[in-house]
């Protein structure tokens, strides 16, 4: 099978890479760790809920989706560096699967937010958030596949505009009305009827509810199939969009 | 091993509101045989790089046609990947990795097994006399030894053509020598070698044939003694004050014997004669009896810098 064996190729080199730069691990647990340590001991008085382990069951999964995001759209800077040193063109005049060129990267991104995810649980296991593991195993889930589609759009971006100056504000600009608009740093049910109803185009605000209803241990929640369902089409979507990218002519 | 017919390509660039179409190449007819190193020269924005990136698969052209050892470059890019190498001008290998890892991945990503990717990688880093440096990170070599993986990387699947994209540019005098060294390397294990230049004396030195690329068309192509030889005869340099030039051209301009003549910038005069030898006495006698001061008199075989200007008016020097 040329596709996985050449996907599991890029995939090995680029986590090699990683792996020789062990920061990344630091600097990427350390927003959302401080979110949790100094964020999060506000929610139980301004959600009024009953206990702290509550409040971290509302917090925690939003916080994860961020991290899933964020940590996508930005991976797309490496390429562009890759780009510059000529790597991307090397590889694309071999005949290895455009694909694979992708989805070694993407997965390998989706790795490191999974490694991110379960520290972030961890901690906040030591401040009394109870999931069920098979409720977690599932919202990781949602979490890799919108890694998945956010990384493969952030290089098909990259590949497009090829420059960091020109990623960077597209980025931020997609980024934080998604953000806004999902629910993620307080539920929407706070939100005036308006406002919901703009959030409900947006899919992450979908992503959130099935997270949170997983994190709740309502697994049977209408939520957590419809996000799921949409962040898988939009994966696919993205991943054949960037994976054309890689295929095109890049100058 | 290449035949083109025709070959084309523009580019749309878009300088604020207008969009204009560039032709970069504009139908370009080559034939490359087997074994050669053949030698594309032109200055910048000739269209060279971007023939040679059509050629490699990475650009589609717009038209024509091209047969790249047997297989069909439109038709089947993919089966023209495996049989060719290409090493790009702006260096293709990545800072944090190794030689050796970079040589691997290469081989690997042309489909062969990681125990023969590791063979080969050992052997290349021996030939190109890296095996010191193979397990430090790119970012630690010199240009030259960069330069040097950079070319194993292309030549690691045992291609039957490698493209070299100005694989000289940027050294210094030694490593170009080398450089040099490692290409009839190339020739001599049976690739055909297919490079990109603006320097004259290694199109003169290095290269079997030579075509000559000016505002995307060949505007010559043969052996560099074929192309020299066209030019006939010889140049003869006169070096002289500014202020004498004037008058040694209206001397010298009307002589039967000179074909061509040109004003040098910093004083003096290039005459394109049949003979040197008999020229010269008669060129001193003429300087001699208007009483000007002759500063140097020099005597050329025409250089590939002469075919250029005699091919598109303009010197390769100065564009």
């Given amino acids: 099978m040329k596709l996985a064996r050449d996907t599991w190729l890029i995939f090995q080199r680029q986590l090699n890479l990683l792996l020789r730069n062990p920061v990344w691990v630091f600097v990427g647990v350390f927003q959302p760790v401080m979110y949790l340590l100094l964020f999060a001991p506000l929610l139980k008085p301004a959600l009024g809920a009953p206990t702290q382990a509550e409040a971290y069951k509302i917090f925690v999964p939003g916080l994860l989706v961020l991290l899933a995001i964020f940590g996508g759209l930005f991976q797309g800077f490496g390429l562009i560096a890759e780009l510059r040193a000529g790597v991307i063109e090397r590889s694309r005049v071999t005949p290895i699967s455009r694909l694979a060129l992708l989805l070694g990267r993407s997965l390998r991104d989706v790795v490191s937010l999974i490694v991110q995810a379960v520290i972030i649980t961890l901690l906040a296991l030591l401040f009394d958030l109870r999931v069920f593991i098979g409720d977690l195993l599932l919202a990781y889930l949602m979490l890799a596949l919108i890694a998945l589609m956010t990384s493969a759009v952030s290089y098909g971006v990259a590949l497009k505009v090829k420059s960091e100056d020109a990623l960077a504000p597209l980025m931020n600009t997609v980024a934080q009305p998604v953000l806004l608009l999902s629910g993620i740093l307080l539920p929407l049910a706070f939100a005036p009827g308006w406002l919901q109803g703009v959030a409900k185009w947006n899919p992450f605000s979908w992503a959130v509810d099935g997270t949170r209803a997983l994190f709740n241990g309502d697994i049977g929640n209408d939520r957590v199939w419809q996000g799921l369902t949409i962040i898988t089409v939009l994966a696919a979507a993205g991943v054949y969009w960037a994976a054309r990218q890689f295929a095109r002519s890049v100058r | ?319």
């Fill in chain 2, 1 to 319: 091993m290449i035949e083109t017919r025709g070959l084309r390509k523009s580019f749309r660039s878009r300088a604020g509101r207008e969009t204009k179409t560039v032709e970069a190449v504009r139908g370009v007819d080559l034939n490359v045989p087997a074994g050669e190193i053949f030698g594309f020269l032109g200055p910048n924005g000739a269209g060279k790089t971007t023939t040679l990136r059509m050629l490699a698969t990475l650009i589609e052209p717009d038209g024509g046609q091209a047969t790249i050892a047997g297989a069909d470059l439109l038709t089947n890019p993919g089966e023209v990947r495996r049989r060719i190498g290409y090493v790009a001008q702006g260096g293709s290998t990545w800072d944090e990795s190794t030689g050796r890892e970079e040589l691997v991945l290469q081989a690997r990503m042309y489909g062969i097994s990681k125990a023969e990717a590791q063979r080969r990688a050992t052997r290349a880093l021996e030939a190109f006399q890296l095996s010191e440096f193979a397990d430090r990170k790119c970012k630690t070599y010199s240009g030259g030894q960069r330069r040097r993986v950079e070319i194993a990387l292309g030549i690691i699947h045992e291609p039957k053509i490698v493209f070299l994209d100005e694989p000289t540019t940027g050294l210094d005098p030694q490593s170009r020598a080398h450089m040099w060294d490692e290409i009839r390397r190339l020739r001599a294990d049976g690739m055909t070698v297919f490079i990109t230049t603006h320097y004259l004396d290694e199109a003169d030195a290095l290269c079997d044939r030579i075509a000559i690329m000016d505002h995307g068309e060949v505007v010559a192509e043969g052996t560099p003694a074929d192309l020299k030889r066209e030019i006939s005869g010889d140049v003869v340099q006169v070096g002289l004050d500014v202020t004498a030039t004037g008058e040694a051209e209206k001397l010298l301009d009307g002589e039967e014997y000179v074909n061509r003549l040109e004003l040098l910038d910093e004083g003096g005069l290039r005459l394109f004669v049949d003979e040197g030898a008999t020229a010269i006495p008669r060129i001193l006698r003429r300087i001699d009896s208007a009483g000007l001061d002759l500063r140097s008199i020099e005597l050329h075989r025409p250089s590939l810098d002469d075919v250029f200007l005699t091919k598109t008016g303009r010197s390769l020097r100065e564009s």
